[in-house]
């Protein structure tokens, strides 16, 4: 069928109300027209965009290039496409040459990868200080990563000079042109010309951050030229005895022509000389956070807080790197860590590593099995679920009522319960914490704190969901008091939970099921963000509480469950993406790094909103199938987003396994709370959406009177 495709661009210099008048005056002709689909492009165009129908709305774009791929990803033989727009001042001139290039060359193939590319792998190992044996390791001991140690040394050198009385840490310097280029730099202090700064500060800079340009400052104005401080660094690398090809410049960053490698045996002889020194000189290299020109500095790690570690050094791309030395009674150890993927990752191996076993310890997947044998077996999986009392507390304040006052838990289910219990098991991905603690000290910092009353578990409970997966940003809104309560009123209502535990252990575990005489492993997990990690450590890592991360395990268990099953089907849950945006690089990495694992399905949630639908060899990924029964006001009209969620049914035959995808219509300020499953025009919009987003073929089946997309998997 052809299609009618606007791409309406802004028209400029009007002058405010008469941009407001002539935009919104371009919404009836669009209309009259019968237009298909319209792409706006530019501010003034949300006048344009308020006045449309939901389902003409293909999106709001501020960069055409985007808005380029989405009309060329929908774009057939035939179509219709009018391009209109003012050229000036931005990429939309663009546009139509884009598209063309676009259509008739095939997208270069992005390799997707969530592992630390400049690394052979990611290991931790673990040295008793006093003798230099190997007393723990986790993860492959012969990695190695493109870095230097040259800011180590450095640090060294400084903290040798400071000893000696030849540095004083009140003396103070002046940037260099060199150092203030860097300012833009990743973790680089903020430098003003002309404006002095002390060497505390600057090895303040260089231990919590591992600073270029503070580093750079200490090798040019400290020691006295870049030249001389590689010098002295290579002299130190050679007495060390460490490879040649760990020092060749001077923060250790890596080099566009050159390759720097560093093994954990390097980073153990560099740890052994930097943490040798006298106590009064080792309190400098605790330094966990400072100030400087009203910003504040701090460490990427958890592990002080722990009481894991006393003193360390932090560094590298994605916080890969570290050297630490902990101390227990007399006996004090250096770890040191390589090829982590985020912060978390590189804290988890230094933990694993501090256990005290050789090689990676084996987090093997539950073994627990649930047997079930029936001609046609249903997993029903939604979205985002949450009743809403946060939002309804707001809501009194403002004098507005909602479903959750006036109707009840049950009302939001009333319309798609209908499909939820043709389910053998249903769950859902519940994203928030059972507490009465409404008032609780993370609203103080986090701007949405979603507690909810234990009833819904009850409510949940009556709409017979087996399940719910809890590693989502706000499980741990109400602290571990929160998490605690929230596994046992589930498990006391025999609602099974996933995802979170009062230990990385119990956090990571999976649930396995056989089904006519398949065996299906289930995991869940929330991607590594920093906030999350650091200002509120929602978690779990070794013996702490909280939910399982993306950066966990998970990997590794999932390849365990692949090599001892091979035939069996590996399903995630994840939570993860930006909240009403489409699909990110950071999900794509992890996505691909879970199937090359072994994962067979992978279904997502956390952005709110519909994503695009991968399919990566045999492997399935629907990176989000939006909300479930999710009681906020929503932002789909805010944002020109479309307003649609989908309940993914796995449907198990003796010989098939089917995915069907239900899409719901789930803007709550259009059906006071209550999600329902599309209209035809509806429908029509959500394929188009999906297609636009780059989705895998959608094949559209029909099974009593509602539509579904349909995916073979395996």
Known sequence: ???????????????????????????????????????????????????????????????????????????????????????????????????????????????????????????????????????????????????????????????????????????????????????????????????????????????????????????????????????????KMQELDLEDHSVLNITGRRISNKEQKITLKDMYIAGKELFGKFPFILDLLATKYFIYNKREYRISSNLYSYGMITHGLFFGQLDSLGIVLSQKGEHKSITVVSGARDAYHRDQLILESLKGKEGQEQVLISDFENVENKDEYKINIIGDTYFGEFYSDIRKKRQREDALMTK??????????????????????????????????????????????????????????????????????????GLEETIEVFNNKNILTLGAGMNQKEAESAYVKTVNEQRIAISNAYWYRRPMYREFDFYAIGSHPGVSSLSGNILNQIKE???????????????????????????????????????????????????????????????????????SDGEYNRRFVAPYSLIAQIVMTKTVMELRLYPIYSNNLKTFWQPRFLQDKEFAHCTLMLKSFGSAKLDVEESDGKSYYAFQLG
């Open 1 to 235: 069928m052809v299609k009618k495709i606007a791409v309406i661009g802004r028209i400029e210099n009007l002058g405010d109300e008469e941009s407001i008048r002539q935009h919104e005056a371009l919404a009836e002709p669009l209309r009259d027209a019968e237009i298909d689909i319209v792409f706006a492009h530019g501010p003034e165009m949300k006048h344009t965009l308020k006045l449309l129908p939901e389902y003409m709305i293909g999106g709001y774009f501020e960069n055409s290039k985007e808005m380029t791929e989405h009309v060329a990803n929908i774009t057939e033989k035939n179509d219709f496409i009018l391009i209109k727009g003012s050229p000036r001042s931005s990429n939309f001139k663009f546009f139509k040459r884009d598209l063309l290039n676009f259509t008739a060359n095939v997208p270069e193939k992005i390799n997707h990868t969530h592992l630390n590319p400049y690394s052979t792998g990611a290991g931790a190992a673990t040295f008793n200080l006093n003798n230099g044996q190997k007393t723990g390791a986790a993860g492959d001991q012969s990695v190695t990563q493109n870095h230097g140690l040259g800011g180590v040394l450095l640090i060294n050198h400084i903290l040798e000079q400071i000893f000696s009385g030849q540095m004083p840490l009140y003396d103070e310097y002046l940037p260099g042109s060199q150092e203030l280029r860097e300012n833009k730099a990743p973790k680089s202090l903020k430098l003003v010309k002309d404006e002095p700064v002390s060497l505390e500060k600057l090895l303040n800079a260089a231990i919590t951050i591992h600073s270029p340009n503070a580093m750079l400052m200490l090798a040019n104005q400290v020691i006295g030229s870049n030249r001389k401080t590689l010098q002295i660094l290579k002299q």
């Open 408 to 481: 009840g838990h049950a009302y939001s289910f009333d319309v798609i319960r209908e499909l939820l219990l043709t389910g053998d098991f249903n769950i859902c991905n519940f994203e928030a914490a059972i507490s009465e603690e409404k008032a609780h000290v993370m609203k103080q910092r986090k701007p949405f704190v979603l507690y909810s009353d234990p009833s819904a578990v009850e409510a949940i409970k009556a709409d017979q969901f087996d399940m719910v997966t809890l590693a989502n940003n706000h499980l741990m809104d109400c602290g571990v008091e």
């Open 561 to 631: 469950e692949k090599e001892a099953y091979p035939d069996g089907k590996i399903i995630v849950i994840a939570h993860w993406g930006a909240d009403f945006k489409t699909v990110n690089q950071k999900q794509k990495d992890y996505a691909h790094s879970l199937v090359s694992a072994g994962a067979d399905l992978i279904i997502g949630h956390g952005a709110h909103m519909i994503q695009e639908i991968e399919k990566i060899g045999s492997s399935i990924v629907v990176y989000s199938v939006g909300n479930g029964v999710f009681n």
